[in-house]
């Protein structure tokens, strides 16, 4: 089981960025794919970015143009920039690694973007 671990969270300014890490315990090359997902109180949890073990991407059309999701093979990390950050933006950010029929998750990294 591969244990995730985020980090690079913190409080930016509006039209501000931050990079986000992943750090993965296994070789990420095992998943089908990685994404980002964000979550804000008493609502569900949205994916925001994905990368295939392919490298191809997709973005949730609410970040399409600020948030760019990238991979590093050998180092087992995925990166989120986020650029043009939104007070929109602010949530809490979780890895995901997913091989159906199996998904890990890591604990998570709050974002706050002021206005």
């Known amino acids: 089981q591969v244990q995730l671990v985020e980090s690079g969270g913190g409080l930016a300014q509006a039209g501000g960025s931050l990079r986000l890490s992943c750090a993965a315990s296994?070789?990420?090359?095992?998943?089908?794919?990685m994404a980002w997902y964000r979550q804000v109180p008493g609502k569900q949890r949205e994916r925001v970015a994905w990368?295939?073990?392919?490298?191809?991407?997709n973005y949730a059309d609410s970040v399409k143009g600020r948030l760019i999701i990238s991979r590093d093979n050998d180092k087992n990390m995925v990166y989120l920039q986020m650029n043009s950050l939104k007070p929109e933006d602010t949530a809490v950010y979780y890895c995901?690694?997913?091989?159906?029929?199996?998904?890990?998750w890591g604990q998570g990294t709050q974002v706050t973007v002021s206005s």
């Open positions: 995901n690694a997913n091989q159906p029929p199996d998904t890990y």
């Open positions: 296994g070789s990420i090359l095992s998943y089908d794919s």
């Open positions: 990368i295939s073990w392919r490298g191809s991407t």
